[in-house]
């Protein structure tokens, strides 16, 4: 049995709900994009010589689009246990 189907949908609904918060967040959405835009004008200004530093930023900015898919998944749990309960 995985987590999903385990969880209480209270507990599914109250994080989706908390993720949906934070997307929808304008303090959220302008700290992400100020880091990944950060993060890309770091990738810019790094010379040619320095393939190392250039993925080590990619890295991170990669790390930053998995942490926000984090919250889409908690949402989209939430509508597969509803659709699973509706079958």
């Known amino acids: 049995m ?3 189907e385990t969880m209480e ?3 599914l609904q109250g994080k989706a709900d908390a ?5 929808n967040s304008a ?9 990944n835009q950060g993060i890309v004008d770091q990738i810019l200004q790094t010379p ?11 890295a ?4 930053g689009q998995m942490f926000v898919q984090q919250f889409a998944t908690l949402i989209n ?8 309960e509706g079958e």
Not at 50 to 57: S, T, V
Not at 60 to 63: D, G, Q, V
Request: hydrophobic share 45%; aromatic share 10%.
């Open 19 to 23: 993720a949906s918060a934070m997307l």
């Open 27 to 35: 303090v959220f959405n302008e700290a992400f994009q100020l880091m």
């Open 2 to 4: 995985s987590d999903l």
């Open 77 to 84: 749990n939430l509508e597969l246990r509803n659709q699973q």
């Open 48 to 58: 040619a010589e320095a393939p190392g530093e250039r993925e080590r930023l990619y």
């Open 60 to 63: 991170m900015f990669k790390a």
């Open 9 to 11: 949908l209270h507990e």
